[in-house]
């Protein structure tokens, strides 16, 4: 791609990204996303997000500001942490939370890894589930006190999506084949962690879908442009 071409794409993604920023909802983008996504289908409402732009094999999205519960568990495997965090957080939304409110499942699923994470070293791993939109104002505190609300601000994110099981080798494989991405057109990013990202229950055999996310650097104003 010439220098010239570089830069008209640039000035077309920043356009972009200054239009979306004056489009977004002050409600949030939390909903029914049949309409937006082929993926996200298990569920009523999904995290819905705005495309920025697009990479040589990951996009450039948009997410509003939410609101999550949030459970850590600490393991050599991955799985293994996943699955104890994911006990607590089940409890709090089928009604062990101080309304004792029942609460819908939603999508995507968070896991928050550290970057120095090994499946050879026990690490502490961060599953969140996200609110449904009624509760997204003001969601029931848990009773189990190891499980805690948490926010994430309105960000822009790397997302390179990948099928079949996130099992550790293969989601920390595609987490590392992103930054490889990134690192070839020289984007900025945050460095101390990644998030894995699912959409599917267990019981979903075929066209499962994950994602591999990093967070863009606040540095970055426009879109990167793939080296071609």
């Known amino acids: 791609m010439s220098l010239q071409a570089t830069t ?8 972009g990204v200054i239009v979306l920023l004056f489009a977004v909802t002050a409600d949030g983008r939390i909903g029914d996303s049949s309409s937006e996504s082929s993926y996200c289908t298990e569920t009523k409402e999904c995290f819905l997000f705005d495309l920025v732009c697009e990479g040589d094999g990951y996009e450039v999205r948009h997410y509003e500001a939410a609101k999550w519960v949030t459970a850590e568990a600490e393991s050599h495997f991955m799985e293994i942490a996943t699955s104890r965090a994911f006990r607590k957080l089940f409890k709090y939304i089928t009604g062990e939370n101080e309304a004792g409110a029942k609460i819908d499942m ?5 896991i928050k890894v550290n970057e120095n994470a090994s499946m050879w070293q026990s690490s502490v791993y961060v599953l969140s589930f996200l609110l449904p939109s009624n509760f997204q104002t003001n969601p029931p505190e848990p009773t189990d006190p190891s499980v ?14 990948y099928g079949g099981w996130m099992m550790s080798i293969v989601s920390n494989s595609q987490a590392q084949s992103l930054k490889t991405s990134l690192d070839k057109v020289q984007a900025t990013y945050e460095t101390n962690y990644y998030y894995n990202v699912g959409y599917n229950s267990p019981m979903k055999i075929m066209n499962r879908h994950n994602e591999a996310c990093l967070l863009k650097s606040h540095r970055e104003q426009n879109c990167i442009v793939p080296v071609l």
């Open 8 to 15: 008209f794409y640039n000035m077309i993604c920043l356009a």
């Open 106 to 110: 939603t999508a995507p699923v968070l």
């Open 148 to 161: 805690y609300l948490t926010d994430t601000p309105d960000m822009k994110v790397y997302v390179k999506s």
